[in-house]
């Protein structure tokens, strides 16, 4: 099945230091491990979307890249993302995968199960089993313990047909930015398909996550 992607990249990496996109794992600049992995999977076109001063950085980062364009983002996440579909040139009903360039190890197989999920679903994302027992607390102090029956820790891509995905962010209207596109789609009456996320689809987000992907990376590369 042909598919849209969209890997959001115009984040500032603040709390991995700065920069998290452009730096090297394995051997490889974070931001395209999954453009390979998204055009490999058969994206037949993939939105780039980079803060304004990086076009020129991503344009030699991907230079040898097929079907890929650059656009630039917005303040928050949702503003890039909202930039990357008003880029998307396929047809309504083709699948768009929207993925953060903070989880570098995407695999064929998420994305697989996420195209099967759309058959059936307004929506799909990959999620992982909570391990830990969970607690409220405040200020130090331990409120109360939360049944981990039910939750479920959210990964990208999430996917969505373009005109599915277009429409819900049409009719947000919520002052707060949605934390991703799943919660967009849900909250506009969709319904949005859970299916099984991959451990090493982690997102980098604090420096010591680097050596923890480096750990997950396939074999061949490390
Ligand atoms: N992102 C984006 N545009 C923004 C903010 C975030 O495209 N205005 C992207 C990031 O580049 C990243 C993904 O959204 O690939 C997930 O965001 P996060 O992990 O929070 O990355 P940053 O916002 O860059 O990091 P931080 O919050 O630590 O500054
Ligand atoms: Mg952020």
Same mark, same amino acid.
């Given at each position: 099945?042909?598919?849209?992607?969209?890997?959001?990249?115009?984040?500032?990496?603040? !709390?991995?230091?700065?920069?998290?996109?452009? !730096?090297?794992?394995?051997?490889?600049?974070?931001?395209?491990?999954?453009?390979?992995?998204?055009?490999?999977?058969?994206?037949?076109?993939?939105?780039?979307?980079?803060?304004?001063?990086? $076009?020129? !950085?991503?344009?030699?980062?991907?230079?040898? $890249?097929?079907?890929?364009?650059?656009?630039?983002?917005?303040?928050?996440? /949702?503003?890039? @993302?909202?930039?990357?579909?008003?880029?998307?040139?396929?047809?309504?009903?083709?699948?768009?995968?929207?993925?953060?360039?903070?989880?570098?190890?995407?695999?064929? /197989?998420?994305?697989?199960?996420?195209?099967?999920?759309?058959?059936?679903?307004?929506?799909? $994302?990959?999620?992982?089993?909570?391990?830990?027992?969970?607690? %409220?607390?405040?200020?130090?102090?331990?409120?109360?313990? @939360?049944?981990?029956?039910?939750?479920?820790?959210?990964?990208?891509?999430?996917?969505? %047909?373009?005109?599915?995905?277009?429409?819900?962010?049409?009719?947000?209207?919520?002052?707060?930015?949605?934390?991703?596109?799943?919660?967009?789609?849900?909250?506009?009456?969709?319904?949005?398909?859970?299916?099984?996320?991959?451990? !090493?689809?982690?997102?980098?987000?604090?420096?010591?996550?680097?050596?923890?992907?480096?750990?997950? $990376?396939?074999?061949?590369?490390?």
């Amino acid at each position: 099945m042909t598919f849209s992607g969209i890997i959001v990249a115009a984040g500032s990496g603040s !709390r991995a230091g700065g920069d998290k996109q452009w !730096r090297t794992l394995g051997g490889k600049p974070v931001l395209r491990w999954s453009a390979e992995a998204l055009l490999n999977a058969g994206a037949d076109e993939l939105i780039v979307v980079v803060a304004p001063d990086a $076009l020129d !950085r991503v344009a030699d980062l991907l230079s040898d $890249l097929p079907r890929w364009r650059a656009v630039s983002g917005g303040d928050a996440r /949702a503003d890039s @993302v909202r930039a990357g579909l008003a880029a998307l040139t396929c047809a309504p009903d083709q699948p768009v995968l929207i993925h953060d360039a903070a989880r570098p190890l995407l695999d064929r /197989a998420v994305i697989d199960r996420l195209l099967s999920a759309l058959e059936t679903a307004d929506g799909a $994302l990959p999620v992982l089993a909570v391990a830990d027992s969970l607690r %409220r607390g405040e200020a130090q102090v331990m409120t109360d313990v @939360v049944e981990r029956d039910g939750l479920w820790r959210a990964q990208t891509p999430q996917a969505f %047909r373009r005109r599915v995905i277009e429409a819900a962010y049409a009719a947000w209207t919520d002052a707060d930015a949605p934390a991703d596109e799943a919660v967009v789609v849900q909250r506009n009456g969709g319904k949005v398909a859970l299916v099984q996320g991959d451990p !090493r689809l982690l997102k980098l987000t604090y420096p010591e996550d680097f050596a923890m992907a480096e750990a997950l $990376l396939p074999r061949q590369t490390r």
